[in-house]
């Protein structure tokens, strides 16, 4: 049941990181210092929350395997890629 409660955890995580990844882009983009900060700290917030969520994932009962390696290349989170390469073997 744990991993049932993990799961929800690290993809929330990530849906935190692509939005702090987003709003990075759009402070680069525009030069404005607060969408920069603001993806900054949601990135940092994301990271944090997806080691603790993957501290107690067993990869083989949770994962997407090829997918969450595939996104995870797609966005730039190595988080991603590492647990998706984890769960694929399997």
Do not use: F
């Amino acid at each position: 049941m744990s991993g049932e409660q993990n799961q929800p955890g690290l993809v929330a995580s990530h849906a935190q990181y692509v939005k702090g990844a987003a709003e990075d882009i759009i402070g680069n983009v525009t030069g404005s210092e607060p969408w920069k900060s603001s993806g900054v700290q949601d990135k940092e917030h994301a990271v944090d929350a997806m080691k603790a969520a993957s501290a107690k994932r067993d990869a083989s009962q949770q994962g997407m395997g090829g997918i969450e390696e595939k996104a995870g290349k797609l966005i730039g989170c190595e988080g991603m890629q590492k647990e998706g390469a984890e769960s694929k073997k399997q």
